[in-house]
């Protein structure tokens, strides 16, 4: 595929520059086939390896400010990093909450003192952090959250589960949304807490997802103790330091991903191209055609949609709700994509990876992943609420 | 444009739409194309005066010499009124007789210039179309003789470019005038009477070839796709509206002592409509930009505007009935006026399931 | 297609005895394709002389017991006779309103001289009744409905405004829904009337549809004086008595729509046969076979369903909200074989019917009454409100 | 049956249901299939025991002489539960010997009643393979060589019906012993681990042949035909329960102070799987129906069949997914264990498509 926007001879650089940087040091047996088969731990320690030489030569944070140690990378820059990123198939960033949500929000928030306690290490790919947002009774309604901080002296003691947040045995720090004040309205007593993980009553344990995997944690608080410094932002103004960064550049993002999915179609078209069903190709069947054309289009829409409001970013615009679009063909650009490899492939497409008649990629692995599209990140529902009461100014009230 | 309006275009559209809606906007259109009130000369005169008509023609031959961006700005706008005039036809014509380099191209040129209004008679390679036509045949002398169907706004315009196989084979672009001996028209009924269509028999009528006795399957090609993404653009500027009626309908009416559109389910209606829209949007977009740019990208970019605004766009027209309830059902309410379009624009020059297998063609099998 | 349901010796013999009336009394001149081009007038006379036929021969309330002079038809054979005007392309009843649902409402709790005045006429086809429910600002919310009667001397005076009845020009009698207490809840103030449809205060306009055509009417009361007599049951109970009938066997009507939309897939089935694009004819194209394959699927399980509740209303069950099934593999069916004719004819299925290239019974216009589809009779929203509240038990509360 | 289940069938399957529900339900089909815990050889014994292996024999030979309606019944309680043994699989082989009217026939039927169980490796025939298999060849003597994928339980049955191709020409269908001399399985990982899979390699195994010398053709793909109903049925149970199941945890599930079941968006969406479910219900009659009565419309009723749970069955997996959010993407929850029973049962023996395709050869050409 090619890129829709044009790029200044900048941005070319960059773009060269990184993509031969990633060429060099992918570290060796890291393809996303064979990475399903690493323990948890392997996969971990290529993953912080990676992470830190992209530390050392100054690939980790591209979009903070040049003052904080970053690049100050201009938006478009930062869409290219994302892809290439996805593009060279690199291993998830560990650091990805350091970096794209506690950095940010400590450039904005912090102290200086927390700011230089925390934010190099986060650069150098050093310290990893883990989120605590979500609990198990607030998903999509997340400040009803019930973790609770309750001060002894000078410092924080705090109790109760954190789920969905990841990395959590391997991370150095949390950022953690607590309850302080549980006498005022729900948004208004939360604070943002950072907790050393590795302190004593935290236990932590892993949610097996549908597919056998375990990425995910659940972190459960037991009278931890904390810091009185250790908030960040004012006490009780929690929500408003983490949600302020919840609608961070999803264009970014989200251009990001369906690299991914440019990579899956790409997939499934070569398995048409070379699998015969009663003999014939299946890139020759008139529904195989068609359903190829048709996730094209929702991929390539995906791209172009975002695109379209990135140029509005590129000259200044704030991302607003206009978000929620972009989520809702995500989910549909993934969901279609993944049905149709199951379509596709037929019986085949059962096979879990480690079977030699599955399909490259493992077709259910990835129908299955995407069948989580839909809910996180704000659920379509909620996205669709957005669209008619943000956009359209339909009444609430429900 | 780089996937999004500049400054300029957006003048362009808001001056366009402002000139529609003051001269009546859809109350017009009903007057002139849904209640018999004929040939509505005023309002093409206006458009005249204004510029409108000769946008796209060279500033060399009058015209403001406007690119093919901006004539999709133009075409959403007359979407977004359902104009039953031949514009957009008319800034097509412009562009294929610019290219043309002999005395013709000229000729068409310097008509437009002086307010002629143009339509297109291209057919067999257009697409969605069952086989019944004739087709028009050349004459080596330049005699037109054939049938075609369904030619949108026929001898409302005073010209038509027609589509005929060339004597020696190949095929060529002819410009006609509309009411010259041996032409023909019988208006037929169709859904959208806001673009009336026409039945064009030629007996022996008399045309000049744009591209003399070169084959121009390739212009003809050209010009077929440049409609198809004004067809889409017109259709995004429709559903747009079409949203816009919905959403301001649900907040007003009220049902069981609120307004519907405090339903959910209601919301979720109206939120599916504005998201196919905005993906219109961005389609439409990248096919004028690969239209204007001549990217290898073309064909598919504008397949894709013709497969995002078609299913879609009956999606959008769809919804937007039903969340009207009984209302929307109405000839009253302005609702099935753009539904009309939008569903006529679909099914013109190849719906889905053609433009999908062009699709397949490229991005599976890789075909130019 | 098939009968999907076993018919008993008795069933058959009625099928065939209504089959051969209807052979020798479809009028002459009524073909679907061209009752379009009938003016309104020359359509109402056809239908009132054919019904007058089938009253005289007693084909009219054949669901009617005995004793008030029908049939006592059993549900099967209510069916089959349904079935049969359908298939027979016959008029649609214009006496509906009378025999499906003021007939069986008098029976049901009307005095016995409404029943001797009323009933006679309907069931000899001489009679027309006018249904005045909806109004402007009620319309799925029909109880808050607006038109007011007030009672003065004898006589009740009738004012306001009706929607979306037909044959109001025509009709004898009016089944009209007003307010009759205006200081109880919205429900509990409506009483039933029976109003002479040509008394002074009435005035009739037509509504005209998307299509072009006008079948429905607005009714305005202005001051239209009743007996005082003319309320069906008692005063301010009209909303029991209406609704009562409303949930009326849904699987027989809906079994008779169907029929309609297998003759119009069957017009399809041999257009694609007849009909060639680019040499090629529509039959032969893969999306075309599908799609024609698809709604044969969704019109069939649209019967299996029906037929599967009606054999439970066989046995003696009442219908209940499984009727919201119906309504929406109603709607299903027809819109997607709507859809299908569209984009199968291309081009040429814009046409309207009287121009010769129109692919044959007018695809626009049956995409078009399929769009109200959904509307009528209860919007999908409600049915699917229905089908989650009442079937499933989700909390009502919206 | 007329579309309806009589008395008795609603008897059978509230039996096998309080078997299944007390032997443990979903807690064993996790403990057996998806945590290792080997063969379930007590589960079997107790189906067993009370006849339900037996259902399909005829009672000549010591069965309760079921017709295809129950066995229909029964699927859908194996569905009910994502039952992790070849219980279905057993009563199509019954079906099968009970048509064979020689040794062979007779000799798998007396396996049965003493309570053998039987998968079915049918292979070319049943669609929705890609080509990689050999298949299986029968030598003169009944001697099978050859290989066929996944083939579900596999050596945990005791019996297979295996498809192959005749010396002479023709298909066959034998009887074969899982671990006789000449077989080798090797266990596969698939979507629906209730349902091990395994790959058949078959060197010089002897084996029975169900239909002697003929041409078997026929009974395989009655065979095929019969299991897409049971694979249906399945899928109808597995999402009447998923609906089920959504349906109660949105209303015990509170978000933003009330029930998450009580938004309106949620309530369409367990509204739209609810009709889904019914639609598979009568679908499902209507093709067990078809193959009881020898109908006709066997081959359209049985394709419809496989229709409605196909791609309505991936909808109403998804939605349950979606709508217990993140949690309903957890191992824990048992909502995954019966999306990947209807996701496999879309896929196997043929997919929409395909179904689409015959019903199009019947429906559209008029073929038999």
């Known amino acids: 595929m090619r890129v829709d926007i044009d790029l200044n001879p900048q941005e070319i650089e960059f773009r060269g520059e990184f993509r031969a940087w990633l060429t060099r040091n992918i570290p060796a047996g890291w393809e996303p086939s064979q990475a399903r088969g690493l323990s948890h731990h392997e996969s971990w320690e290529l993953r912080r390896d990676f992470e830190r030489r992209m530390g050392r030569d100054g690939w980790l944070g591209v979009a903070w400010p040049e003052e904080y140690g970053g690049r100050g990378a201009t938006l478009m820059e930062q869409v290219i990093y994302q892809e290439e990123l996805a593009r060279a198939e690199a291993p998830g960033l560990a650091g990805h909450v350091g970096l794209q949500m506690v950095g940010p929000i400590l450039m904005e928030v912090g102290t200086d003192e927390q700011r230089s306690r925390f934010l190099p290490p986060i650069l150098r790919g050093e310290e990893v952090w883990y989120q605590g947002f979500s609990e198990p009774n607030a998903g999509s309604d997340l400040a009803s959250l019930q973790t609770r901080a309750v001060l002894d002296g000078d410092e924080w003691v705090i109790t109760g589960q954190k789920v969905w947040g990841g990395f959590a045995e391997f991370a150095d720090w949390g950022a953690v949304l607590v309850r302080t004040d549980p006498d005022v309205p729900k948004h208004k007593g939360i604070s943002f807490m950072v907790v050393d993980m590795k302190s004593p009553g935290i236990e932590i344990s892993y949610i097996r997802e549908m597919h056998g995997g375990s990425n995910m944690n659940e972190v459960f608080f037991d009278g931890v103790r904390v810091p009185r410094d250790n908030v960040i932002s004012a006490i009780n103004d929690g929500w408003n330091a983490a949600t302020r960064l919840l609608t961070w550049e999803r264009g970014v993002i989200t251009l990001a991903i369906l690299v991914n999915y440019e990579i899956f179609w790409e997939r499934l078209r070569e398995y048409a191209r070379s699998t ?49 679009y972009m989520k809702l063909y995500w989910n549909k650009a993934h969901q279609s994509v993944t049905d149709l490899a199951l379509e596709m492939g037929g019986a085949d497409a059962l096979e879990l990876p480690g079977s030699d008649a599955a399909p490259e990629g493992s077709f259910p692995i990835e129908w299955m992943a995407a069948r989580a599209t839909s809910i996180l990140g704000g659920t379509e529902d909620i996205q669709r609420n957005i669209i008619a009461e943000r956009i359209y100014g339909l009444p609430r009230g429900n | 444009m780089n996937l999004e309006l500049s400054e300029e275009q957006e003048q362009l559209a808001s001056g366009l739409r402002e000139l529609l809606v003051g001269s009546g906007d859809i109350a017009r259109v009903r007057e002139f194309a849904y209640e018999g009130g004929g040939r509505d000369t005023a309002l093409w005169e206006q458009l005249v005066k204004n510029g409108w008509t000769s946008a796209a023609l060279p500033e060399s031959a009058g015209g403001l010499g406007l690119g093919f961006e901006e004539a999709m700005v133009i075409a959403i706008e007359t979407g977004r009124c359902v104009l039953h005039l031949p514009l957009c036809e008319t800034l097509l014509a412009s562009r294929a007789a610019g290219r043309a380099s002999g005395h013709a191209g000229q000729g068409l040129l310097g008509e437009i210039a002086e307010g002629a209004g143009v339509t297109l008679a291209v057919g067999p390679s257009a697409g969605g179309i069952n086989d019944a036509d004739d087709g028009v045949r050349a004459s080596g002398d330049g005699q037109l003789s054939g049938t075609l169907r369904s030619v949108p706004f026929g001898p409302l315009a005073a010209r038509c470019l027609v589509e005929a196989e060339l004597d020696k084979g190949g095929t060529g672009l002819f410009a006609l005038a509309c009411d010259t001996a041996g032409v023909e028209w019988q208006e037929r009924q169709a859904i959208d009477e806001s673009v009336p269509r026409f039945d064009l028999a030629l007996r022996g009528a008399t045309a000049a070839s744009l591209f003399g006795d070169a084959d121009a399957q390739s212009e003809v090609d050209r010009v077929c796709d440049e409609w198809r993404v004004l067809l889409a653009a017109q259709s995004e500027g429709a559903c747009r509206r079409l949203v816009e009626m919905t959403a301001d309908y649900v907040k007003k009416r009220e049902q069981f002592g609120r307004p519907v559109g405090s339903n959910q389910a209601v919301k979720v209606r109206v939120a599916e409509m504005a998201a196919a829209v905005e993906k219109m949007r961005a389609a439409i977009y990248f096919a004028a930009l690969a239209v204007e740019r001549e990217s290898e990208e073309r064909a598919l970019a504008v397949a894709i505007a013709k497969v995002e605004t078609g299913v879609p766009g009956g999606f959008v027209a769809s919804q937007a009935i039903h969340t009207h309830g009984a209302i929307g059902y109405t000839w009253e309410q302005d609702v099935h006026l753009f539904v009309k379009r939008v569903k006529s624009n679909e099914l013109l020059l190849g719906a889905g399931h053609e433009m999908l297998e062009r699709i397949a063609d490229i991005v599976v099998d890789g075909a130019p």
Chains 1, 3 share one sequence.
């Open chain 1, 276 to 324: 015969r069903r009663a003999g014939r190709l299946l890139s020759e069947l008139p529904h195989v055609r068609e359903g190829l054309a048709q996730t094209y289009v929702n991929i390539r829409m995906m791209k172009l949609a975002n695109l379209r409001w990135l140029a509005h970013y590129l000259q200044g615009a704030r991302p607003g709700f206009e978000t929620s």
